[in-house]
């Protein structure tokens, strides 16, 4: 867990611990998740305040280098030359002033004051005051650079994504997708559930979450997912704790079907925590058979034994494994295998306020590497005729086609094979992909994470 650097007293309302929240991410690197989880419990905060601090951090954190670079504009010398807790104080009143209409701008500046006079001082309270008054004057009219004449930086600041993500992305899509892409990002993710069909149907479930108060949509592509709307916090709900679901998004479930394992086999899952596509891959098989759900890290098999108990899945087992040495280990012992592979977690930047920040370019060619090393590595644990899916939550050519590409390069004894009979709704764009063994998910297009799949099968000598 992030330990911070400085002690900081509980935070006594649902901005100041915004403002805590703000900066311990942008000043010192922490995990957006972690800090605001241990502030909020510090803080003791319930109900309304802990919804407003929740979505003040967060905006001002998904937006941090637009705030800056807006604020900016109203002082007299460089933003970055001001005290770490005013720099933190101006993107919590400038993410206030730009983003949240319903909260009147007097009372945005006014609070925001007052927290200026607790982390700093009278001059600094007044150069917060004068800056933050200044942008709500002047943020319609901020010299945003010409699309036209520089997309990228443009798309960049009024969107709040790396310059360099835009520029690859505006290679990758064009303008328009790009434009569109980046505000999917921005927006709140859906609350998406699969059913657990070991203990209930649809139909069942509906009823229920109904009689919890909350409003059930069916998902579009994934026939035993639901949209859910009002239920408040998932594990308070008795549903949730009867396991008659899991959390997981329509992209994500639509991985298991592609995959779509014969009751009875053996499948192995290579990158198995939490556990999500390795209960649904229970699912598909009733429950019969065996799963070997693997990972890296001792701490996050626990994660599968736990949503396992949760959900009355008994046919899998953890195993604690490198995925590049699974060849090795279990020498043409599957059916199937799933290699839901580390990646860049391009397509799932809406779901932490933070991701977008943490990534680089160099980072995604370390994935593509990796992924491939996977790839070699456990593909000598399936048997002949057996079939493969590969996946990924990025959007990154270099991780999906490109990994694919070199794979069957090296691997010729492998074909991708048409996606068509597994999906039952296959979005109209991705027909074609779809017959040729892949599909990639765009949350712009089709309102999903973005996620990559692809089908292969071993021939069976």
Known sequence: MFKPSVKLRPAASAREAALQVIYRVTEEGAYANLALDEVLKAAGLEGRERTLATELAYAAIKAWHTLDWAVGLFLKHPFIKLPPWIRCLLRLGGAQLMFFPRIPARAAIYETVELAKKYGHRGTAGLVNGVLRSLERGKESLPYPDPAEDPASFLA??????????????????????????????????????????????????????????????????????????????????????????????????????????????????????????????????????????????????????????????????????????????????????????????????????????????????????????????????KPGGVLVYSTCSLASEENQEVIRQFLEQAPHFSLVSLKPFLPVIPQDMEEQAGQGWIQLLPQRHGTDGFFMARLKKVDL
């Not at 649809?202 to 709307?229: K, Q, Y």
């Not at 009751?263 to 390795?278: C, F, Q």
């Not at 370019?361 to 090393?373: D, N, S, Y």
């Open 157 to 382: 600041l009024r969107y709040y994504h790396p310059r360099w993500l835009v520029e690859k992305w505006l290679a990758q899509f064009g303008y328009q997708e790009t434009e569109a892409l980046c505000r999917a990002d921005n927006e709140p993710p859906p609350l998406v559930i699969r059913v657990n069909t070991l203990k209930t149907n649809a139909t069942a479930l509906a009823a229920r979450l109904e009689g919890e108060g909350a409003i059930v949509c069916p998902t579009t592509f994934a026939p035993e997912g639901f949209i859910v709307e009002g239920l408040g916090g998932v594990e308070a709900s008795p549903s949730f704790a009867e396991g008659l679901f899991y959390v997981q998004d329509e992209a994500s479930q639509l991985v298991s079907l592609a995959l779509k394992p014969a009751p009875g086999s053996l499948v192995i899952d290579a990158s198995a925590a939490p556990g999500g596509k390795t209960t649904h891959l229970a699912q598909l098989m009733e429950n019969s058979g065996t799963i070997l759900a693997c990972d890296v890290h001792p701490s996050r098999l626990q994660l599968i034994r736990e949503n396992c108990r949760r959900l009355g899945v008994t046919c899998v087992q953890p195993v604690l494994a490198d995925a590049r040495e699974l060849g090795e280990r279990y020498p043409e012992r599957a059916d199937y295998l799933l290699i839901d592979a580390p990646c860049s977690g391009l397509g799932v930047l809406r779901r932490r306020p933070d991701a977008r920040w943490r990534k680089e370019p160099a980072g995604i060619k370390e994935m593509a590497k990796l992924q491939l090393e996977i790839l070699l590595g456990a593909e000598k644990a399936l």
